[in-house]
């Protein structure tokens, strides 16, 4: 990367929009890392590396990318990360490399509110972030041909590792299951689905995907007698027999297996008969990223799953946004109706967690529970 034009960029852009700082950052599994700063950043808590940032939110499309009063503003004002660094205006837009190898933020903050912050700053940050983008992809970065070179390398080695995060009964906090989630360490991905993406456009992906199955699998005798253990596969993975004979030989052990949306279903009868077969054995059934998108909605019609999870980008700021909160509302009823349980992902707040309990959601994840980790010793 030519740090020296990323910082005149930088420089720029705090410029231009007045701000104290700005910030450019990569975002990888739930974390923003600070690469780049420009301005004073004493008085900020915009260390190294957080979890609760504004631009986490506006990466997910569940924060717009102008807060021109963050104190007073109802979707920012309680959140924590307002609370601590007493920001008072904010704009962020995403960037990302040609290839999508790397994605972050570029954002500029200040701690006094800016009523003249509009949609043309976010337009001329969008602009410089492109062209921050365009230096990330220098010639002395990783090519796609590398990344699959070292794919090839974690399945050979099974370089992959497996961390847990609980899922929990909202009514009591009692932890019903985990759903298992793969690391790449030492990789040039910047986040596991950057590396799944790679694998599925270079024809590895339900190799992947069965390498990190099976390195969930192997948990399993750590799993307490009463908990299950949720598993993501693409439908492209369900459809293969490898696939299918690792979850059948684990079928006794409480295995629940989420569909994800990453890969379009050519054949939702072949589909079917693959989760049935599944079902018969006692696996559940679950479908990921409810409320996300219409691949999401036609899982459900198709596949009538035993477990229905809420998208993170339905849960984040639910308690502030009527919106989020009917659909939600009516996602519980459809729910109860089909006779499927509702899992929330994504609960961050405590505001968010009162407000999934009060419409009737059951069951919930997220980092206000518990982070991804080791499984607790039974």
Request: include cysteine; charged fraction near 25%.
């Amino acid at each position: 990367m030519e740090w020296s034009v990323v910082e005149r960029l930088l420089g720029l852009a705090r410029a231009h929009l007045g701000a104290e700082v700005a910030v450019l950052s990569d975002i990888s599994d739930g974390r923003q890392v600070v690469r780049a700063i420009d301005g004073d950043a004493r008085g900020w808590t915009v260390g190294a590396e957080l979890t609760d940032s504004y631009c986490l939110r506006v990466l997910e499309g569940s924060l717009q990318p102008v807060i021109n009063d963050a104190r007073r503003d109802v979707r920012t004002r309680d959140l924590p990360f307002t609370v601590r660094t007493g920001i008072g205006s904010y704009v962020g837009v995403p960037w990302q490399t040609a290839d999508g190898s790397r994605a972050g933020v570029l954002c500029c903050l200040s701690h006094i509110a800016d009523p003249r912050l509009g949609d043309d700053s976010a337009r001329f940050l969008a602009m410089l972030a492109e062209l921050i983008g365009d230096q990330v992809t220098s010639p002395v970065l990783r090519d796609d041909g590398e990344d699959v070179r070292v794919l090839r390398e974690v399945l050979r080695d099974r370089a992959l590792r497996v961390v847990f995060q609980p899922v929990v009964r909202l009514s009591d906090d009692h932890v019903v299951g985990y759903e298992s989630l793969a690391r790449f360490d030492f990789s040039p991905f910047p986040t596991p689905a950057h590396a799944f993406a790679t694998a599925g456009r270079s024809g590895l992906g339900a190799e992947l995907e069965l390498l990190a199955v099976q390195r969930a699998f192997e948990a399993l005798p750590e799993m307490q007698y009463d908990t299950t253990l949720g598993v993501n596969l693409s439908a492209e993975a369900l459809m293969t027999t490898a696939v299918q004979d690792v979850v059948l030989a684990h079928a006794g052990g409480n295995i629940c297996v989420e569909v994800t949306e990453h890969t379009q279903v050519a054949d939702y009868p072949a589909l079917n008969r693959v989760t049935e077969r599944l079902r018969e054995a006692g696996v559940l059934i679950a479908v990921d990223d409810a409320g996300a998108g219409y691949a999401s909605l036609r899982h459900i019609l198709q596949l009538r799953p035993d477990i229905i999870k809420l998208d993170i980008s339905l849960v984040r700021d639910i308690d502030a946004d009527p919106v989020r909160t009917a659909l939600a509302r009516s996602l519980v009823s459809f729910a109860g109706e089909v006779g499927a349980r509702l899992v929330a992902e994504g609960i961050e707040t405590r505001a968010e967690y009162e407000k999934l309990r009060g419409i009737g959601v059951d069951f919930g994840q997220g980092y206000y529970l518990a982070k991804p980790g080791l499984l607790p010793v039974s």
